[in-house]
Each structure stands twice: as C-alpha cells, then as structure tokens.
C-alpha cells in the first residue's frame, strides 16, 4: 500500500488523535464545561460528544489503515474534517467554553484547511470519481433537496419566531444555524443539482454530503437520549425522530455510493506518480 505520508497526512493524524481524546476527557470530566453562556444542558453535551468520540476512532482507523492515494479514501477524509469542523465551529462561535477552548479553535482552522488542502490534492491528480451505471444519482439528490428543505424550514421557522415575532435576545446556541442556513445547505443543494447534472464535481461532494448528514444528525438524537436519561423529558422527540429517518436513509444511501463510484487511485495516473 502506497501512502504518502506527507505534512497534510500527519496534520490530520494529529487533528483525528486530539479530538478522540477531546471527547473522551469530556466524557469523563463533563465539569469542563461550565463556563459556556449559552443554554445547551451538559446532558446534550454528553450526547454530542460519544458522537465526536465514535466519528474521530473511526476516522482514525481510515487514516492509518486506508490507502489515502484512493478516492474513495479522500471521501471520507473530506467527510470527516466537514464533521469536526462543525462541531468545533460550533463550540468556538457558540460560547461552549473549557479550558480546551483554544484547542477547539485551533481544530476549527486545521480543519478547514486540510478539507482545503484535500480538494487541491484530488484537482492536482485529476482525480474527480466516475460512477457505475446503476449509481443512484436521482435518490440521492432527490434525497438532499427533500432532506434540506425540510431542516431549513425547522429552522428558519425557529428563527423567525425568535427575531421576528418574539424580538428575543439571540443565544450563542444558535449559531449552529447560521452554518447550516448560510453554509452546510446551500452547499448540499448545489451539490444535488451538480449530481444530477453528472458532474466529477457532484459526484465527490455527495459522498462528503452523505457523510456529513449521516454522522452530524445521529449527535443531534444521542443530545436529546442522554437529556431524557438525567431529566426524564425530550427536548423535541418529534424532531429526533425525523432526525433518526434522515439519518438511515443517509447511510443507506451512502453504502450503495461507495458500492458505485470507482475507486480511482493516484496510481492510475502515472504522470502524477512521485
């Protein structure tokens, strides 16, 4: 197996080992988190981060155990950094405050970065994936827009009340949507029209999609199981179990991409070869 381990191979070793130990301090020592501002119970915190934990081994095992010459290895690279990169955006902007504070910001940035550093990489090697014939390109991109429109509704309706008709203070909490509303969405619809559409393009960044819903949603149910565990109340079951829908139909769909898109490697290209 051919792995180039170059500065992006262990940067991004290094960003996968400290968010593991991240979330697994903070599941021991939860204290570390009471100097936030905003309204999110340590319970929810809980829930997020066995999510982060799971996410980060995971990844970890893909790093040192997966060719990273291959697409399909970039793709869940790319859909790992897209994951930490929003928890950690989120802990930075949203005032969850800890004496990791700086190591959340730092995370923020290096993921940004490497997702960056990635994409030049595939463009270097013309490596944008092809598909099979029986790719499913009209579920999957039938299933972002469905998907997406329905969580932006939640949402902006979430919004609308809080500034539009109550004229309530906003919480830092919010600022998970103004990723997703200004960010993470538009990007997925583009993403489902450049799919249809059978572009190199749409193809790469739907696996990073699928990713990216069928990891961040799961976080968002184990918040509210552990809330219903110390409390005795869900904050919103009904939402948790959209949020459970989405997610399979995620992972369903995400097993039959890797099934048809074609697992290009660098050592196809031999004028890439170094």
């Not at 940004?112 to 092809?130: A, C, M, R, T, Y």
Request: glycine letters at 4%; hydrophobic letters at 55%.
């Amino acid at each position: 197996m051919n792995k180039k381990r170059d500065i992006k191979y262990h940067l991004t070793l290094i960003t996968a080992t400290t968010t593991l130990l991240l979330s697994l301090f903070s599941l021991a020592f939860q204290d570390i988190y009471t100097a936030r501002i905003n309204r999110i119970t340590e319970y929810e915190l809980m829930g997020q981060d066995v999510v982060t934990a799971a996410i980060s081994a995971v990844f970890l095992c893909v790093i040192l155990f997966k060719d990273y010459q291959r697409i399909k290895t970039k793709i869940i690279w790319l859909g790992c950094l897209l994951y930490l990169f929003y928890i950690y955006a989120y802990f930075s902007f949203g005032g969850v405050s800890s004496v990791f504070y700086l190591l959340y910001v730092a995370i923020t940035g290096l993921t940004l970065f490497l997702f960056l550093f990635i994409l030049v990489d595939i463009i270097k090697n013309d490596q944008l994936p092809n598909v099979a014939e029986n790719y499913p390109r009209k579920a999957i991109s039938v299933f972002f827009f469905i998907s997406i429109l329905l969580i932006t509704v939640i949402e902006i309706q979430e919004l609308v009340l809080k500034t539009i008709i109550l004229n309530e203070q906003l919480n830092p909490f919010l600022v998970f949507y103004v990723l997703d509303l200004a960010i993470i969405f538009p990007s997925i619809m583009i993403t489902s029209v450049l799919n249809l559409r059978r572009t190199g393009w749409g193809y790469l960044f739907s696996g990073v999609a699928l990713i990216k819903i069928a990891t961040i949603l799961p976080a968002v149910v184990f918040n509210d199981i552990f809330h219903r565990l110390y409390t005795g109340s869900f904050l919103d079951l009904s939402f948790d179990i959209i949020a459970s829908i989405i997610t399979l139909i995620a992972s369903i769909l995400l097993i039959m991409y890797m099934n048809r898109v074609d697992d290009k490697s660098i050592a196809t290209h031999p004028q890439n070869e170094r």
